[in-house]
């Protein structure tokens, strides 16, 4: 299961300036992955943040993305999710806290989790960690997924190696 974390985004937050280079270059790599996993019959799952808003669906997050202008929105036009792939808006940090992602990926009978996004160093971190807890393996792939610097997005991915066992090799080969 794919499971993308927060690329929809607004990027409206103390230090996004950083984050939206890496977090371009992320987006575009997980199109190249999601397009090959779908192609193998891999489905993905959305996990956004609700940004605070509690009456919110995820169509309504995805829409006020989209037309942000710039890279932020570009992001969310660009990765904006199919009919077959499923949403859910999570409160915090992990895609696990206060959702129902394990119940779906249990009904799925998933085992391993892909998980890209933003920011490395938070919500997908915290989203491995539960994933690792729950007892899914997962891969992180490195070129999908960024943080406000590369310091704290290579910290994150040795961590998630060393301590949940992720892999972190890249989705696409470095030419």
Not at 15 to 25: I, Q, S, T
Not at 149 to 166: I, N, P, T, W, Y
Request: contains cysteine; hydrophobic residues 50%.
């Amino acid at each position: 299961m794919l499971v993308l974390v927060d690329f929809i985004n607004p990027l409206h937050f103390p230090g996004a300036e950083h984050l939206l280079l890496g977090a371009l270059k992320a987006a575009q790599a997980t199109v190249r992955l999601k397009k090959r996993l779908a192609a193998a019959g891999v489905p993905a799952v959305y996990a956004n943040d609700n940004y605070g808003t509690w009456h919110s669906e995820f169509s309504d997050v995805l829409r006020r993305c989209q037309e942000v202008a710039g890279p932020r929105g570009e992001i969310a036009r660009m990765l904006a999710p199919q009919a077959q792939d499923l949403t859910l808006l999570k409160p915090r940090h992990s895609a696990f806290f206060g959702t129902p992602l394990d119940l779906l990926l249990r009904e799925m009978q998933a085992k391993e989790l892909v998980i890209v996004g933003l920011a490395a160093d938070m919500c997908v971190q915290f989203t491995a960690v539960d994933a690792y807890m729950h007892g899914y393996t997962a891969w992180v792939p490195a070129d999908c997924t960024a943080a406000e610097s590369e310091a704290a997005k290579q910290g994150a991915l040795d961590h998630m190696a060393s301590v949940m066992r992720s892999s972190v090799r890249r989705a696409v080969r470095a030419r």
